[in-house]
């Protein structure tokens, strides 16, 4: 995924979270799902990305959580995880 590839994702986030009138939300215990996932398969599903994209808007979204993302997003921009439909 390049850079252009991960700004059009959050676009797409932006336009999705404006087209709704009810937030995403994200089940507890979810990002570290996905961060144990994409560490063992080295990818990234669509459900995933969409669990991030929730775990992103989440207000209250611990920062040990937070940072999970971060990092997960930073794999996915230098190529250590790949983006997959």
């Known amino acids: 995924m390049s850079v252009n590839d991960f ?22 215990g979810s990002v570290g799902a996905i961060l144990a996932e994409a560490s063992e398969s080295k990818c990234l599903t669509k459900a995933d990305r969409y669990g991030l994209m929730a775990a992103i808007f989440d207000e209250r979204l611990p920062e040990e959580e937070r940072q999970a993302v971060n990092r997960l997003l930073y794999g996915v921009l230098r190529g250590r995880i790949k983006v997959i439909d």
């Open 7 to 28: 700004f059009s994702f959050m676009d797409a986030a932006d336009s999705l979270m404006d087209a709704t009138d009810s937030p995403l939300t994200l089940l507890p």
